[in-house]
């Protein structure tokens, strides 16, 4: 409202001194002034969180690496090496917001995130919001990881922190669409202090695990209207349209018997993320990150099947593209 009143403010001064004629600058002027004012939003106050404990890195190892699998984006070659440098790179396009690339996220002063603190890391993941104050592109799931805890948060940035500097200069290149949706309704998520549920084979912590540490709700629940929101009352229902740099279909999770994973046994469900084969003898696409998400523990696995045991059986048909299920 505030950058409204400032544009029109502006504008309506300008006019004042051109008596009743014709000005030809005042439209450019105006998408000047609308594109400048949408780069920034106020800035959402920095977390913080009590001394880390020395295993902190290496959890944010196994959330980076294995549970988010954060190189299917920002890997140097995500096609040939998940596990590879995560100097960042990768490009999505998308007429809500032009062209996208995945970030530099190694330690690079210059380039990466060398300069940044760590709660400007935490800030970042969860909020959607840079260093610089810009607002990220969607693109980036902090529509999901928002609710991810203040200590898993922090372990992704201190591991982050640690990795090798590698100099990779990575350019976005939004357009005016992301631009003016900045000024008009876009805006990072509001600020939070979250913990997470006592680690162990439940549904609860399946549940985080599988909506704000993992990206199995990001790739596996469809999205719908302009902005291609996720719809969360079919949590996990599959899709068969999804953003059309997918090669394959994610399919329904939810435990209906039909189209869902409603006869899967537990066994069945860790042998599949295992061994990249379902019970019916079908490969996964190897969009479908199993071979990092098999190097979870047997606990998160089966807490993240009992937890998809509880979401509603929604009845929905994902047909197959190229090899996935």
Not at 21 to 42: E, G, K, N, Q
Not at 70 to 92: I, Q
Not at 124 to 151: C, I
Request: with cysteine.
């Amino acid at each position: 409202m505030a950058r409204a009143i400032l544009v029109s403010g502006v504008v309506s001064a300008r006019l004042s001194g051109m008596s009743l004629r014709r000005d030809p600058i005042t439209p450019a002027l105006v998408l000047y002034l609308l594109a400048t004012l949408s780069c920034r939003h106020a800035q959402i106050p920095l977390p913080s969180i009590a001394k880390p404990v020395p295993s902190d890195a290496a959890r944010g190892e196994t959330i980076v690496r294995n549970v988010a699998v954060c190189g299917g984006c920002h890997a140097a070659d995500p096609r040939n090496d998940v596990d590879g440098p995560l100097s960042g790179g990768t490009e999505f396009q998308d007429w809500r917001i032009g062209t996208s690339r995945a970030a530099n996220l190694t330690s690079d002063a210059e380039t990466g995130l060398g300069t940044w603190s760590e709660a400007e890391i935490v800030r970042a993941l969860r909020n959607g919001q840079r260093k610089d104050g810009r607002l990220l592109a969607p693109v980036m799931p902090y529509e999901w990881f928002h609710e991810m805890s203040d200590d898993d948060a922090f372990a992704v940035a201190r591991y982050l922190k640690s990795l090798p500097p590698v100099r990779r200069e990575v350019k976005q290149s939004p357009n005016l669409v992301f631009k003016l949706g900045k000024l008009l309704f876009l805006a990072p998520k509001p600020s939070i202090s979250a913990s997470a549920p006592p680690r162990g084979a439940t549904p609860e912590y399946g549940g985080y695990l599988a909506q704000h540490v993992g990206l199995c709700a990001d790739c596996h629940t469809p999205r719908g209207g302009l902005l291609a929101t996720p719809d969360k009352s079919r949590l996990f229902a599959g899709t068969a349209h999804p953003p059309k740099d997918f090669p394959a279909n994610p399919s329904n999770l939810t435990p209906d018997n039909a189209t869902g994973i409603g006869q899967w046994t537990e066994t069945d469900f860790l042998q599949t993320l295992r061994t990249g084969v379902n019970p019916k003898g079908v490969s996964l696409h190897p969009f479908m990150p199993w071979r990092q998400i098999r190097r979870m523990s047997d606990e998160d696995l089966r807490a993240i099947y009992r937890y998809l045991r509880t979401v509603p059986p929604i009845r929905n048909e994902v047909p197959r593209r190229g090899l996935a299920r």
